[in-house]
C-alpha cells in the first residue's frame, strides 16, 4: 500500500485506512510508540504492560546510571526540606 503524507493544520499526517486500523485494534484511544530504523517508520500500537517494562527499564537505566547524583539530590532535599 502506497500513502502520501497529508497537511493537518500546521502539522503533516498519515492517513491509516479503516481495514488496517481494525485488523490491528487501534483506535483514536490507542497509544502508539513510532520509532525508526533509519529507513523506515514503524508504528506499534503500545499495550499497558509493554509501556510499563519499557518504563521501568529506562527507570533503571536511569538511576543506575545516575546513582551517585539522585543520592545527593535527597539527601539535600531531607536536609533542607522546602515544602513539608
Known amino acids: 500500500m502506497i500513502k502520501s503524507i497529508v497537511k493537518h493544520g ?6 491509516i485506512d479503516r481495514p488496517i486500523l481494525d485488523l490491528l485494534k487501534i483506535d483514536e484511544s490507542t497509544k502508539l ?3 525508526t530504523d533509519g ?3 514503524i508504528i506499534t500500537p503500545v499495550s499497558g504492560a509493554s509501556r510499563d ?3 521501568d527499564a529506562a ?3 536511569t ?3 545516575h546513582k ?3 543520592v545527593k539530590l535527597a539527601e539535600e532535599e531531607a ?3 522546602k515544602n513539608q
Open 10 to 15: 500546521n502539522s503533516q499526517a498519515i492517513i
Open 33 to 35: 510508540d513510532i520509532s
Open 39 to 41: 529507513v523506515s517508520l
Open 53 to 55: 517494562a519499557r518504563f
Open 59 to 61: 527507570m533503571r537505566r
Open 63 to 65: 538511576v543506575a546510571k
Open 68 to 70: 551517585g547524583l539522585l
Open 79 to 81: 536536609a533542607n526540606p
